[in-house]
């Protein structure tokens, strides 16, 4: 039955957050939640709350200041994935507490390509990770070698470069087949065929507006219905 009343109640941690921007909040399998702050990651037990300070398995601090997702791991157990604002992206293993940062390096074709990241990965079933970046680029990490891939649709006529391009939007897989993902983009709606590595556009039948990026706020896959949902800034809900 839904409740048609609500009350909100004051967290204890409210002072020790006081002042704070909270950008996600996840409950992790183990009961613990974990809050992505403009101070970084914190670990909250339901009674008191703790700042996770990250460091590499050699000791050396992870200085991340604004953590803006963070999804736990479908693959390996104990790990978070989190998205930072201009830090790349961090595994923190909640057990060992040891975490592996992903920074960009200009000058290393190998690494992480971007500097802002849209808030959310997709996790392939043996563990490697797509995300996508300001860059106009799609980003593949390939554990077994340990490396960076990147993917870029063509620029559309009249677009310079990739900085005019800005961001691949929010990335999600289809619901019907496991090959394809969708993102969106201030062009339209791109597919991108995993296998031949080849981008498809759908542009977008009317203006919708997406802040400084894009066009689109916000993608959802219904496997059910097998309908994509786009949430714009100016346009409603559309499938």
Partial sequence: ?????????????????????????????????????????????????????????????????????????????????????????????RKTGIAVHHMMNLHDSTTIQGGTFYKNIVEEKNGDFWVTSNTFALNFFDRNKNRFFHFRPTLPQKIPNIAIAGLLGQLVQCPVNPDFLWMNSRFGLYRFDKQSTKFTLFPYNTTIEYGNFGKVLALLADEKEQILWVGSLSEGLKP
């Fill in 1 to 93: 039955m839904l409740r048609d009343s609500f009350r909100f109640v004051t967290s204890p941690v409210h002072e020790d957050l006081q002042g704070e921007r909270i950008h996600d909040i996840l409950k992790s399998k183990d009961g613990f939640w974990w809050i992505g702050s403009t101070r970084g990651l914190e670990k909250f037990d339901g009674t008191s709350l703790e700042k996770v300070n990250l460091k590499t398995k050699d000791g050396r601090p992870i200085n991340v200041f604004i953590i803006t997702h963070i999804m736990e791991s479908e693959v390996y157990e104990d790990v978070l994935l989190m998205i930072t604002q201009m830090s790349g992206i961090v595994e923190y293993n």
